[in-house]
């Protein structure tokens, strides 16, 4: 029973900043790439970063420079600085992970229930 919980979501400023993070509990063996994405009304959900077991990272040109990903093996968690947010940055953010559970010698993904973050003009 994999379970990831989000939080940090919430409503500020254009120009501020706000750090989300991804929790993640469960019979997880191995953990592999853990990213964020986002998804407004009406659009489909795009990847922000992602970040290898390696911690080799990847960014959407849009946030590069201003989002960083990064990762606590130990804990589990994934988290996402963001730093001079945009209103276009307005968005349910979603955490993703992929690993393999108990005898599984194959990997899949776990989504986070989301987080809402609203960026003001």
């Known amino acids: 029973q994999v379970q990831l919980v989000e939080s940090g979501g919430g409503l500020v400023q254009a120009g501020e900043s706000l750090r989300l993070s991804c929790a993640v509990s469960?019979?997880?063996?191995?953990?592999?790439?853990m990213s964020w994405y986002r998804q407004t009304p009406g659009k489909q959900r795009d990847l922000v970063a992602a970040i290898s077991s390696g911690g080799s990272t990847k960014y959407v040109d849009s946030v590069k420079g201003r989002f960083t990903i990064s990762r606590d093996n130990a804990k589990n968690t994934v988290y996402l600085q963001m730093n001079s947010l945009k209103p276009e940055d307005t968005a349910v953010y979603y955490c993703?992970?992929?690993?393999?559970?108990?005898?599984?010698?194959?990997?899949?993904?776990?989504w986070g229930q989301g987080t809402q973050v609203t960026v003001s003009s």
């Open positions: 993703n992970v992929v690993g393999s559970l108990g005898r599984e010698t194959f990997t899949r993904g776990y």
């Open positions: 469960g019979g997880i063996l191995s953990i592999g790439t």
